[in-house]
């Protein structure tokens, strides 16, 4: 195995109540590097990323999922969570009376906790929330409304991003980000997502849409299909999707 | 003895503390017949299907307590909402203690039901509303009604409000193995006037206690009351609350009910819509565990046209706890326009926990807008995968779950201080570990 390698999925299969929904999918992702994977609705590609975050509804029937070499198929989420892994929801769910900041000390300490860290003193915690939220030109106000409550679809997404950049993932895997954002809030969104790119961290962006990938530009992209990757390739993978739609390529693995 | 005969018993002795040439004093007499009559009310009736007072009557209450040790305020403090500046009329075994209390008689009348009653400069208040509100056939109110003697009296005269919320705490001091109170307040905020009251039962030892409390409240021509029940109470206290709403055209009446403590607590909140343009909203969060019990009554009865009611009660039940929510809504025949509004939420964590709820309505009019809901269900999953991917684990994912469903109710608390306290409350008995400094 290489060592280098972060994330390595073999032959994975999963579903829900005996249905099949991931077909045998391998994907391996490398430090520093950004992946797209793409596909129709339906395909499988929301089902990937909460099987990688630990969804526990989706069982894995078949195949495995090593991160940073370790089989995570007994591992909860939130301890996945501790060792690194992030998953930006498409649809975050509002937490009434529990403030953004409140979430995010209480998310950062459970993780600190989990590694045998002390707490994050109140005022790294606050300057930091400043410094994240002024990059995400996040209004301050905004910090201390309640988690998601009332947010436009927008504001979640960027709170999302928000979150991600406090929690510091070495994994991140971004499902439909880009929806429901105007072209301002994906540049913003966008911008984010980039500053947390590095050599040591690895970025997986679950898209429908060729747009976001202006942005935040892969390294590769994959296109899902029935529960399985039918084609890997750079960048211009996507375009050509973005320019001949999905069912050019339904046809070409039909053929 | 059981508790029915010694109480009826009781009520000569009870004559020799009184003025008993004083009006009140006949519908004393009037009360503790209808309570010879009834007795306490068994779970054949269909109001009290689902809550036993059996065992506590078995219990041998003290019915005349005498009169307790002063209580230090820095050992109470923290039961009062001590953060801010408040009125208050407190009693220790049933007995007003003027040390720990703050009356006032500057503009309004904030002090005791023994001085309206034995003052003729409040009689003329007091022939108006005394049991005016109360029902006269229920047999709990008028036990309570043929031992009235003590309890808070806030009389807000037309465009007046106080400067600072009332606080009316009732603590037991243990003096007694086991004691039985009966608090009654009167309240009257007259036309444009307004009031906010928080009131609390605090026992102060594990002795039992059995409080049957009744509160009149009467609300003028929009007159504005909001009206906050802490039941934080110890495992051994057990209470009975009757509270009746009349309110006039206008009026915004609010209760709240953050009902966490306690052995036995019987809510019977009713409110009475004598007018249109009347807002009336009951709000309730209950979270029980161990063997607690909590049962809920409301009653809203439109009486006139073009006014509404809005109930959202939630429920969060751990180990054998039981609740029970009954909501009671009758729209008169003349009273087109209502729109009354009833939600009730409840979250089983235990197995073993139970929630009874059941909304009833009669509706005699044809124009109006009446819904309600009950949910009785378990934490929703996918909120839960949610918080556990941002690293938070599972148990503490359910409590702030439960924390951020229970919190929903707290929007409409307009003393933000008592809001903080109950915030803390509620983190506190669901074990949310949460940082409010921030």
Not at chain 1, 161 to 183: R, V
Request: glycine residues 6%.
């Amino acid at each position: 195995m290489n060592s280098t390698q972060m994330l390595k999925i073999k032959d994975l299969h999963a579903g829900v109540e005996g249905n099949e929904i991931l077909n045998g999918i391998n994907l391996e992702v490398n430090p520093g590097e950004v992946h797209a994977i793409m596909g129709p609705n339906g395909s499988g590609k929301s089902t990937l990323a909460s099987v990688i975050a630990g969804k526990e509804e989706f069982e894995v029937t078949q195949g495995i999922v090593l991160f940073n070499g370790e089989d995570l198929e007994d591992v909860a989420p939130e301890e996945r969570a501790h060792k690194g892994v992030f998953m930006s929801f498409q649809y975050p769910v509002e937490i009434p009376g529990v403030t953004v900041t409140n979430f995010m000390r209480t998310a950062i300490n459970e993780s600190r906790k989990a590694r045998g860290e002390k707490e994050m003193p109140a005022n790294e915690m606050l300057k930091r929330i400043r410094e994240i939220s002024e990059q995400l030109e996040i209004d301050r106000k905004f910090l201390s409304r309640s988690l998601n409550e009332g947010f436009s679809g927008g504001e979640k997404k960027r709170n999302e991003i928000f979150q991600m950049a406090m929690l510091e993932p070495k994994l991140a895997i971004l499902d439909e980000t880009d929806s429901g954002l105007d072209i301002d809030a994906l540049r913003i969104v966008a911008d984010g997502v980039n500053k947390l790119r590095s050599k040591d961290n690895a970025i997986i962006v679950i898209t429908h849409y060729q747009r976001l990938l202006e942005h935040i530009v892969p390294d590769f992209v994959h296109v899902l299909h029935e529960g399985k990757i039918v084609k890997s390739g750079n960048k211009d993978l996507a375009l050509e999707l973005e320019e001949k739609g999905y069912d050019w390529l339904k046809n070409e693995t039909v053929a | 003895m059981d508790l029915k005969e010694k109480l009826v018993s009781s009520f000569l002795a009870f004559e020799n503390s009184i003025d008993v040439d004083h009006p009140v004093h006949d519908i004393r007499s009037e009360a503790i017949k209808t309570f010879e009559d009834k007795g306490f009310p068994g779970r054949k009736e269909e109001a009290w299907k689902y809550t036993s007072l059996k065992s506590l009557q078995k219990i041998d209450f003290s019915i005349f307590p005498k009169e307790a040790e002063a209580l230090e305020y820095r050992d109470v403090k923290k039961y009062f909402l001590h953060e801010i500046d408040t009125y208050k009329i407190v009693f220790i075994d049933g007995i007003y203690s003027s040390y720990l209390s703050e009356t006032t008689h500057d503009g309004v009348d904030i002090c005791l039901l023994s001085a309206a009653l034995s003052k003729p400069m409040y009689k003329p208040v007091v022939d108006v509303y005394f049991n005016k509100g109360a029902a006269k056939d229920d047999s709990i109110t008028s036990l309570n009604t043929a031992f009235s003697k003590e309890g808070a009296y806030i009389y807000i005269p037309k465009h007046k409000a106080p400067i600072k919320p009332v606080e009316i705490l009732h603590f037991s001091s243990g003096s007694e193995s086991a004691i039985m109170l009966q608090p009654r307040n009167l309240i009257v905020v007259e036309e444009n006037a307004e009031l906010q009251v928080i009131e609390r039962h605090q026992s102060l030892t594990g002795n039992e206690v059995l409080t049957n409390s009744v509160t009149e409240i009467f609300a003028g021509e929009n007159a504005n009351i909001d009206y906050y029940k802490v039941q934080n109470d110890n495992p051994s206290a057990s209470l009975i609350d009757n509270t009746y709403i009349s309110q006039n055209k206008g009026s915004q009446v609010f209760v709240h009910t953050f009902a966490f403590g306690g052995k036995l607590t019987r809510n019977n909140l009713n409110f009475y819509q004598e007018g249109s343009g009347i807002n009336s909203t009951l709000k309730g969060v209950t979270i029980l565990d161990n063997k607690q019990h909590v049962d809920h009554h409301t009653l809203v009865h439109h009486q006139q046209p073009n006014s509404e009611s809005h109930q959202d009660y939630k429920g969060i039940y751990n180990d054998k706890s039981t609740g029970v929510f009954n909501g009671k809504i009758i729209v008169d025949k003349i009273a087109q326009k209502t729109n009354a509004f009833q939600q009730n939420n409840n979250v089983l964590i235990s197995d073993n926990a139970t929630v009874n709820t059941k909304p009833q309505l009669e509706i005699f009019a044809d124009d109006v807008k009446c819904s309600h809901g009950c949910t009785i269900g378990q934490l929703d999953n996918e909120a839960l995968f949610y918080l556990q991917t941002r690293g938070i684990p599972k148990k503490e994912a359910s409590a702030l779950m439960m924390y951020a469903f229970a919190n929903n109710v707290l929007e409409s608390v307009r003393i933000p201080e008592l809001k903080k306290r109950i915030n803390k409350l509620i983190a506190g008995k669901l074990g949310v570990r949460l940082g409010f400094d921030l």
